[in-house]
C-alpha cells in the first residue's frame, strides 16, 4: 500500500518509509491511499470474534500487503496483550476503558504496535539504529518509552514541557534508562513538537543520525487506534445495543478519533461522533465557523488534550476533502473549562458511582449532553484515574486506588536532560549525545 501526503507535494511512501520518516517531506501527514471496506459477514459476525482476531482483520486492511501475515498476526497479539473493555456507566452510556495497559492510557495499543512493527522493519533491513523523537504533553512519552523499551536498534528521546506534566507520568518515561532518554524542555508542548518537527526537517542532523517520529502522526501509531472501535461495537453488539451508537473521544492532537473515523469509513456501523475538548477548543470552533485558527496550546486539567493545532486535523480534512458540512454532519463537538472539568468528575462519580479521570470526565460530559432520543452512547476512558489522583480525589471525593504497576514507576529515580526551546540547542545536544550513545 502506497501512503500520500496531506499537502500533496512530497512523493508516496511505502509503509516502511512512512513509519520511519513519520512526517512526509512537505510537513504532511501520510495518509493510506486505500481505506478497504471490510465485507458484511465480517460485521455480521464480529460480535461472535475475541479482540485480538477483530484487530488482526482490520490491521490486515492496512498492513496486509506490507508485512506478512505471520509476522502481523504474532504484532497485533503480542500489542493487546490486554482487554479493552466496554463498561456499563448508567442507562444507554458505557465507557471504552483503555487504561489497562501498562502505562495506564489508550496510547499503549500504538506504541506498542508502532514498535513491532519498527523492529519488524529493522531487522529486516540489518544494522542502522533508530532513533525515535517524541513530543509528549503527558501520556504519549510514557507509552512510547514503555512500547519501546528494551528494543534493539532503536533509541527513543521524550521531549516533554517542564513542570506541565503530572508527577506520575513523568516518573514512567524519566525513570527508565536503557534506550530511553528523557528531555525537559523549558517551554510548552507546542514547543516540544516544534523541536521534534523541526529536526526531522534538519537536513544535516538526519545525514547524521536516522530519525524517527512516533507522535500520533505516525500511521503506524494512529491507524492501530482503530482497532478498539471495532471490539467495542462487537461487545455493543453482544449486548443488542449497536443500532444507534454514538462514540465520544476526548481529543488532543485528534489520533484517537481519526483512528474511529477510518474505522465508520471501512464500514464500521457508527451513526456519529463527538469530539470532547477542554478549553483547547480549536476543532469545536472550527465546526462551528468554518474556520481553522490554530492558538497557543492553554493548561488544563485534562493536560494530554492541551493542544493549540491538532496535527490529525490535516487528516480528518483529507479524509472527508476539506468539507465543513460532511465533517459537521458526522461529528460535533464540545469543549469545557476545568470548572466544567471538575464537576463532571463530582456529579458523574455521585450519580454513578463511576470514577472519571480529567480526559474521559470530558468525554462523559460531551456524551450526556448530546445523547438523543434512541441512541446509545460509548465514550472512550482515555487513561486510568489514578494517573490524575489529586485531581480527581479533590473533584469526587472519592479515593482513587493506585494499581501497582502504576506504583511500580513512582519509585524510579528521575533523569533528565534539561533544554532550551532553542532547536539550535536541542540539534546540538542531538549530535554530540547520539554520537556517544550509538
Ligand atoms: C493523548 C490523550 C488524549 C488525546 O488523544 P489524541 O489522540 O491526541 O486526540 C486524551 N486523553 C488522554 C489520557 C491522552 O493521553
Known sequence: MKYYSTNKKAPAADLHKAVVKGLAEDRGLYMPEHIKPLPEVFFDRIDKMPFQEIAYTVADAFFGEDVDAGSL????????SFDCPVVKVEEDIYTLELFHGPTLAFKDVGARFMARLLRYFIRQEGKEQVNVLVATSGDTGSAVANGFLGVDGIHVYVLYPKGKV???????????????????????????QALVKNAFMDKELNRHMKLTSANSINVARFLPQAFYYFNAYARMKALGKADNLVVCVPSGNFGNITAAL?????????????AANNANDIFYKYLLTGKYEPKASIQTLANAMDVGDPSNFARIYDLYNGSHEKITSLISGAAYTDEQIREAMMKGYLSTGYILDPHGACGYRALK????????????????PAKFKETVEAATGAEVEVPARLAEFM???????PMTKDFEDFKQFLMTYASCHG
Open 166 to 192: 503530572s508527577k506520575i507520568q513523568e516518573s514512567q518515561f524519566t525513570t527508565l534508562g536503557k534506550n530511553i532518554t528523557a528531555i525537559e524542555v523549558d517551554g510548552v508542548f507546542d514547543d516540544c
Open 369 to 384: 449532553e448530546a445523547l438523543e432520543e434512541g441512541e446509545t452512547g460509548v465514550f472512550c476512558e482515555t487513561a486510568h
Open 73 to 80: 498476526k504474532q504484532i497485533v497479539y503480542d500489542t493487546l
Open 411 to 417: 519509585k524510579g529515580t528521575k533523569q533528565s536532560v
Open 262 to 274: 477510518f474505522g465508520h469509513r471501512m464500514g464500521l456501523p457508527i451513526k456519529r461522533f463527538i
